[in-house]
């Protein structure tokens, strides 16, 4: 899930977003919190302490760092892949990535596949 500027301004925009048709009451009850705590995180009048961070990172399934917006993955695969390469160039890769539409990642896509089609599969690995 690539997020538009919109939708990573704040950990209450992240909060609303995962909840989807979800009622506050519902994910407070499913994290152990009281309702209206759960409210003021997502209205970002207050933040939660790093426990409660990460019980909703747990219930959510997705990274902390993605919680406090300071990753757009919210999963932390792209961190995982960068890590691997090691290579600044993969780092800026992923950087633009990150901030294309889905045709322009399609396109992206496309073109990696013709880039592999014509060079093989030399060192690839699954």
Do not use: W
């Amino acid at each position: 899930m690539i997020l538009t500027v919109e939708q990573k301004k704040t950990l209450g925009d992240r909060l609303r977003l995962l909840r989807g048709n979800r009622t506050q009451d519902a994910i407070a009850r499913g994290v152990g919190l009281q309702r209206s705590r759960y409210t003021h995180y997502e209205n970002n009048r207050v933040e939660p302490d790093v426990e409660t961070i990460q019980k909703l990172s747990n219930y959510f399934n997705v990274t902390t760092d993605y919680l406090l917006c300071l990753s757009d993955d919210p999963q932390g695969r792209s961190e995982e892949i960068k890590k691997e390469f090691n290579d600044p160039r993969i780092d800026l890769m992923f950087r633009d990535l990150q901030n294309m539409t889905d045709e322009e990642l399609e396109e992206a896509f496309e073109m990696f596949k013709y880039i592999k089609f014509k060079y093989g599969d030399k060192g690839y690995k699954d």
